[in-house]
Nanobody, 123 residues
Framework: QLQLVESGGGLVQAGDSLKLSCKVTGHTNVRYAMAWVRRPPGKENELVGRMEWGSGWSDYSDSVNGRFTISRDTLKDTLYLQMDNLKREDTAVYYC????????????????WGQGTQVTVSP
């Protein structure tokens, strides 16, 4: 079982930067991937970016590519999302998620989710 707790959200202005953290506690035998997923107001979940856990390779949605960066600290078992040049359309609740059952990296299914942290970008 894993527990995921996000932090770092807040109210910022367009063009600002913000760094989210996702602290993982608990233990599973294997972890295949982790991801950041966001839910804009009134919309469905959308993938922000994901990291293949073994290699650390990551990729991003087109809407954030070049502005957002996923990183991790394996000693702290924490996943990060550095968000630069924030835009109004980045306003959303941001969730981190972990996959412990094997699926293709492209799968949208994750096994554990955090409670989310709100990011609001003002003009």
């Amino acid at each position: 079982q894993l527990q995921l707790v996000e932090s770092g959200g807040g109210l910022v202005q367009a063009g600002d930067s913000l760094k989210l953290s996702c602290k993982v506690t608990g233990h599973t035998n294997v972890r295949y991937a982790m991801a950041w997923v966001r839910r804009p107001p009134g919309k469905e979940n959308e993938l922000v970016g994901r990291m293949e856990w073994g290699s650390g390779w990551s990729d991003y949605s087109d809407s954030v590519n070049g502005r957002f960066t996923i990183s991790r600290d394996t000693l702290k078992d924490t996943l990060y999302l550095q968000m630069d040049n924030l835009k109004r359309e980045d306003t959303a609740v941001y969730y981190c998620a972990a996959r412990t059952n094997y699926r293709k990296l492209e799968s949208p299914e994750y096994d554990y989710w955090g409670q989310g942290t709100q990011v609001t970008v003002s003009p």
